[in-house]
């Protein structure tokens, strides 16, 4: 299976600023995005994220951020380190890697500019293709799962506990005269095409086609136990990329992951969190395009 990417961008909340022990300039943050569910929702999705402070900036506790990110599915390879204190990997949708931050209205009682769903970009190979266009209600899905590098997924070099989970996961790969131990995390996107005149007929995509897809984050999928398995993304555009290169099929492996591993949120992680996306008698951006369209069609 190739490398492939995946990338989130958009409005987000950081907080608990904290830096690593093998790096001042290391600094993580639990990072909300907002899962849009109804005008009036307050789901967020949080997600583990990792910063290289290059330009020393100082963090307050919370703060509104345009964030694109580097991301997977949380995975139980994430050592529990890395996690603000009475949290566990449960309570995080995605661990990642920020590769831009760009300060937002500081305000965070101004909550209307969060709540709008990120957007994603995944660059795989098509697992899966579920063309029903022709039938009633009209739907097509691509499922996409790419093998994305990010460095909080990585073996830690400092002994500690949490490192013998991670052993069992370590796969040596060499590179040249070198050897490195590199873990890929995974991101499951199934991919739909809402039916709409943006989308007179569905893309003409093949299995084992590589893609580059875009869209917006919509849904979360969860197992009978809580658990986050998958994502869906509301198609807006892909790019076909042809097919994987021989040299390419052989590596990085695929890691399974066991059963019952943690990803996802099985208990609501504002619990243990400071900003939470309810609002105080305060309409979403929707909210009020709807109250608008109601006084309008009120008038005489």
């Known amino acids: 299976m190739p490398v492939g990417c995946a990338t989130i961008s958009g409005i987000a909340v950081l907080e608990n600023p904290r830096s690593t022990r093998s790096s001042g300039k290391t600094i993580l943050f639990d990072v909300h995005f907002f899962i849009y569910d109804t005008p009036d929702s307050d789901f967020a999705g949080v997600s583990l994220l990792r910063y290289f402070n290059n330009g020393d900036f100082q963090f307050r506790e919370v703060e509104k951020y345009f964030v694109h990110a580097e991301v997977a599915i949380m995975d139980e390879k994430c050592s529990a380190d890395f996690l603000t204190p009475e949290t566990s990997r449960e309570d995080y949708f995605m661990v990642g890697d920020i590769l831009q931050l760009i300060p937002a209205d ?131 555009r892909i790019t076909y990329m042809g097919h994987p290169s021989a040299s390419q099929t052989g590596s990085p492996p695929v890691f399974k992951r066991v059963a019952g591993a943690p990803a996802g949120s099985s208990t609501p992680p504002q619990k243990r969190m400071k900003f939470s996306y309810t609002y105080q008698n305060t309409p979403t951006p929707a909210s009020r395009k709807r109250m608008a369209d109601q006084s309008n069609s009120n008038t005489p």
């Open 106 to 236: 500081p305000d965070l009682s101004k909550k209307d500019d969060t709540k709008y769903p990120p957007f994603l970009t995944i660059g795989a190979v098509v697992d899966k293709v579920n063309d029903k266009w022709n039938q009633t209600p009209r739907t097509f899905h691509i499922d996409l799962d790419p093998n994305v590098y990010i460095q909080l997924l990585q073996p830690s070099k400092e002994p500690n506990k949490s490192n013998e989970s991670q052993a069992s996961h370590t796969t040596i790969q060499k590179h040249g005269s070198k050897q490195a131990d590199r873990i890929y995390g995974h991101m499951p996107v199934c991919c739909f095409v809402p039916d709409s005149r943006r989308w007179p007929s569905p893309p003409t995509v093949k299995l084992g086609n590589y893609v580059t897809a875009a869209g917006y984050l919509q849904c979360v999928i969860w197992n009978d136990k809580k658990m986050v398995t998958s994502f869906e993304m509301e198609l807006e």
